[in-house]
């Protein structure tokens, strides 16, 4: 089954999610958000489905971030972007089912906050992540509300202020990451744990996760879609963008 830029697959009782425009790096398009909400909903409507395993296609990318290339800089196009694409990226969070990762490649942006808003990372040995907005003038919207809970302060300031990706060792490390895999084997991975937590009594699964996850999703995220437009007014912000788009170093002031 396909939604707009996702594919859908029912494997058991285990769904399958798949960011599928690779010649993009499966990059937060308008078609890959559109199937991400239509996929999610899927699988929250199926009783059959206990798990999800959400990842991205090809060898390259799990999801490079965000689609700038039609950025608008106003206030009012940047607090409407930033509603339309927190609110997929919380989907993880959202569905009461366990949500796996399988980090097939690089994970930037949009595409590591995704991921980190799932209950459980798996990383191919290749996978790279990073939250590198700060080069755009930016920060990252999402990551910025959940990442210090996962990493601590002073390691959720150096991603996000440096943004330079780190390996999946180094996630690893961090404990952004459940576990590195080599990548020939990171979704039979994914489906080993699937099948491991789909044997589980569900009601407690989805009471654990409604638990752990309390107090996640509210004012912190609307305080986020408040502030972060009016990044897009700076002028740093107009020249990163103006910079990745033409592919040269910024310059900011």
């Known amino acids: 089954m396909r939604f707009a830029s996702v594919d859908y697959d029912k494997r058991g009782t285990t769904a399958l999610i798949t960011l599928d425009e690779p010649s993009k790096l499966n990059a937060l398009s308008p078609g890959i958000r559109e199937g991400l909400t239509a996929a999610f909903a ?3 409507a199926d009783d059959g489905i206990r798990v999800v395993v959400l990842t991205g296609a090809g060898d390259k990318a799990f999801c490079a971030g965000a689609d700038i290339s039609g950025f608008e800089f106003t206030t009012g196009y940047a607090r409407e972007f930033m509603d339309r694409v927190l609110d997929v990226l919380r989907l993880p969070e959202t569905i009461g ?4 990762a399988a980090i097939n490649g690089l994970a930037y942006g949009g595409g590591f906050e995704i ?10 040995e290749r996978a790279r992540l990073a939250v590198p907005e ?5 920060l990252p919207g999402f990551a ?4 210090a809970e996962l990493v601590g302060r002073q390691q959720a300031k150096y991603l996000s202020m440096i943004g330079e990706p780190i390996s999946a060792q180094r996630a690893l490390e961090l404990g952004l990451v459940l576990e590195v895999v080599p990548h020939g084997e990171l979704l039979d991975r ?7 937590l789909a044997r589980k009594p569900q009601l407690a699964i989805r009471y654990g996760k409604s638990v752990y996850n309390r107090g996640l999703g509210g004012e912190d995220v609307t305080y986020a879609k408040d502030v972060m437009p009016f990044l897009f007014l700076d002028d740093d912000t107009r020249e990163g963008v103006a910079a990745f788009r033409e592919k040269r170093p910024p310059v900011f002031k």
């Open 115 to 124: 991921a980190i808003a799932c209950d459980f990372l798996l990383a191919s």
């Open 190 to 196: 994914a489906f080993t744990l699937a099948e491991q």
């Open 97 to 100: 089912k366990p949500v796996i």
């Open 134 to 138: 700060i080069n755009l003038g930016l």
């Open 144 to 147: 910025i509300v959940r990442l």
């Open 42 to 44: 899927a699988a929250r």
